[in-house]
Structure formats: structure tokens, C-alpha cells
């Protein structure tokens, strides 16, 4: 009686399942990064998209964020007066994001004072080889990847984000309500003239004591300085009129006005590194503003 021949096929794995359709070991992973911006990440964060338990930074630590921190909009870190409970212990501070892990070095942030209360370094991939983020003051921080705890598909939560956001342009943040637009446009309009009328009243009784080319020198200062600064630049010009820069350079004005705000590098408390203090730019306004105090 002939015997069956045993099949042999299981010893060939390649007949069953091609070896090219195994990942590489060493293959990384890297999102689209022509879609993902720092903007997406920020909101992935501020509306805790992410899996808040067992959370793990890249050298290990256990983190739980308690509070997310307010939304910074203006220069600075991203996120201000967070809570975050790193391996038990409470930190309460700033949170910056980033896309990638490297962009902390990239954008200098470990050069800038402003980052050193700075918790936690939140980035949507590592691609940086250091466990731990440096600050200016040489203290180091955990960064943690969301990129593993995000609690739902990437393509999902951008098209969840992009979509709130043409919703939102119809609705009140604070009451949820939809907004009557043509109404809130003719209440700003309003408020507009009724600005506009203020500012016009303002300059008529300037003209009393104010020639016309010193009030609109003081408008335009108070203008480039936006709301933080406004109010300095128009004291700036008052302490030095419009009148004093006849028959004045273009370079004696800069230095003059940068002489009176204090703002010289031999005016500052820390010296400032060399190469800035020998930049020939800042040299000239330096003899000039030093020979027009003379």
C-alpha cells in the first residue's frame, strides 16, 4: 500500500505569506505632517482628546493631566496655569506644544526664560533623541507623545476639528446659542462710529495746545504699538517731539528715539553677547545718540 505524502507546505512560510508583506523591525512610523500642525495638536490637547490614563512620557514617568491649563493666544507657552500629577506629584505651570519633539531646540525655547515654568513639553511625535526637554535655567522636563494615547483615528479628529470649526463661526463659545450675525455686524459698526467719534473728539481738543503734525506723530506712535505697548510709545512721543527730528537723518531719529526709550545696548542692565554689540548698525546709532547728548 503506497503512503500519503506528508505536505510540506507549512515549512515554506514565504508560499503562505509573502516576506515583503512583514514589516521592517527598525520601520518608524511618521504621520503626515503636511496636515498636522502645531494649531491641531494644541486643540487635540485643550479638549483632552487622548486616553488621560496610564499615561507614560518618554523616559517613563506616570502622567495624569488634572487641568489642560487656558489656552495662551499671545506669546509665551501655549497653555498657562495647568495641573499636572507627574509619578504622584502635583505640578502646576505652563505646558508647551509642539508637532515635533524636536522643535523645542528648533524654535529656542531652551534659550528663552519666558519657557522655565514650563511642566510638561507636550508634542504630537518624538522624534528627538533626548528623554527629557532642557529649560533655560538647565532644569529638565518629561515630554509626553500623544501620538500613543490619541483616543481616536488621526484622520477622524482632523476632520472632527476642521469641521467645529466652520460650526463655530455661527455659535456663541460662552452660551452655545446661534449667533445672529447681521445683528452682532450692525452692533459693531456701532461701536465703531461711536469709537471713531470718541477719538475725533480727542484730537479737537489736542489742536488747542498741539500742532496738526505733532497729533497725528502721536496717533500714529500710539497705532504701532497695539494694545501692550500703545501707551509707552505715546508717552515716547511726547517726550520727544515731532519738532525736534527737523533736519535730523533718518539715523540720528532711531537713535534718538532709541537712546530716549532706554532700549541701547549700553542702556541695558545684562551685556549683551558681542556679535550684537558690534553689529555696525548698533554701533552708529550708539555715536549718534552718545553725540546728540553732548
Known amino acids: 500500500m503506497q503512503k500519503k505524502q506528508k505536505n510540506n507546505i507549512s515549512k515554506d512560510p514565504s508560499r503562505i505569506y509573502p516576506i515583503r508583506a512583514f514589516r521592517e523591525v527598525d520601520q518608524v512610523y511618521e504621520p503626515d505632517f503636511g496636515k498636522i500642525d502645531e494649531d491641531f495638536v494644541q486643540k487635540i490637547w485643550n479638549t483632552q482628546r487622548f486616553i488621560n490614563a496610564d499615561l507614560l512620557s518618554i523616559d517613563g514617568k506616570e502622567i495624569r493631566v488634572l487641568k489642560p491649563g487656558v489656552w495662551n493666544r499671545e506669546e509665551g507657552p501655549d497653555f498657562m496655569h495647568a495641573e499636572i500629577e507627574l509619578n504622584g506629584k502635583l505640578l502646576v505651570g505652563d505646558v508647551e506644544i509642539h508637532v515635533k519633539a524636536s522643535?523645542?531646540?528648533?524654535?529656542?525655547?531652551?534659550?528663552?526664560?519666558?519657557?522655565?515654568?514650563?511642566?510638561?513639553?507636550?508634542?504630537?511625535?518624538?522624534?528627538?533623541?533626548?528623554?527629557?526637554t532642557r529649560l533655560q535655567n538647565g532644569?529638565?522636563?518629561?515630554?509626553?507623545?500623544?501620538?500613543?494615547?490619541?483616543?481616536?483615528?488621526?484622520?477622524?479628529?482632523?476632520?472632527?476639528?476642521?469641521?467645529?470649526?466652520?460650526?463655530?463661526?455661527?455659535?456663541?463659545?460662552?452660551?452655545?446659542?446661534?449667533?445672529?450675525?447681521?445683528?452682532?455686524?450692525?452692533?459693531?459698526?456701532?461701536?465703531?462710529?461711536?469709537?471713531?467719534?470718541?477719538?475725533?473728539?480727542?484730537?479737537?481738543?489736542?489742536?488747542?495746545?498741539?500742532?496738526?503734525?505733532?497729533?497725528?506723530?502721536?496717533?500714529?506712535?500710539?497705532?504701532?504699538?497695539?494694545?501692550?505697548?500703545?501707551?509707552?510709545?505715546?508717552?515716547?512721543?511726547?517726550?520727544?517731539?515731532?519738532?525736534?527730528?527737523?533736519?535730523?537723518?533718518?539715523?540720528?531719529?532711531q537713535a534718538i528715539l532709541f537712546g530716549v526709550a532706554g532700549l541701547l545696548p549700553s542702556q541695558t542692565e545684562k551685556p549683551l553677547p558681542a556679535i550684537e554689540r558690534e553689529d555696525p548698525f548698533v554701533v552708529a546709532l550708539e555715536k549718534l545718540w552718545h553725540t546728540s547728548t553732548q
Open 103 to 132: 522643535e523645542w531646540y528648533t524654535h529656542k525655547h531652551h534659550l528663552n526664560s519666558r519657557y522655565n515654568r514650563v511642566v510638561l513639553h507636550t508634542v504630537f511625535y518624538n522624534d528627538d533623541f533626548n528623554l527629557r
Open 139 to 253: 532644569k529638565r522636563i518629561s515630554t509626553l507623545e500623544l501620538l500613543k494615547w490619541i483616543d481616536a483615528p488621526i484622520g477622524d479628529l482632523y476632520d472632527e476639528t476642521h469641521q467645529e470649526e466652520s460650526q463655530a463661526e455661527d455659535y456663541c463659545r460662552v452660551t452655545g446659542q446661534r449667533l445672529d450675525l447681521e445683528k452682532l455686524k450692525h452692533v459693531f459698526e456701532s461701536l465703531g462710529t461711536e469709537r471713531f467719534l470718541e477719538k475725533a473728539d480727542a484730537i479737537r481738543l489736542l489742536r488747542t495746545r498741539l500742532d496738526f503734525e505733532q497729533i497725528l506723530y502721536e496717533g500714529i506712535m500710539e497705532a504701532l504699538g497695539y494694545t501692550q505697548n500703545s501707551k509707552p510709545l505715546r508717552e515716547l512721543s511726547q517726550r520727544v517731539p515731532f519738532a525736534d527730528f527737523d533736519h535730523k537723518s533718518v539715523e540720528e531719529i
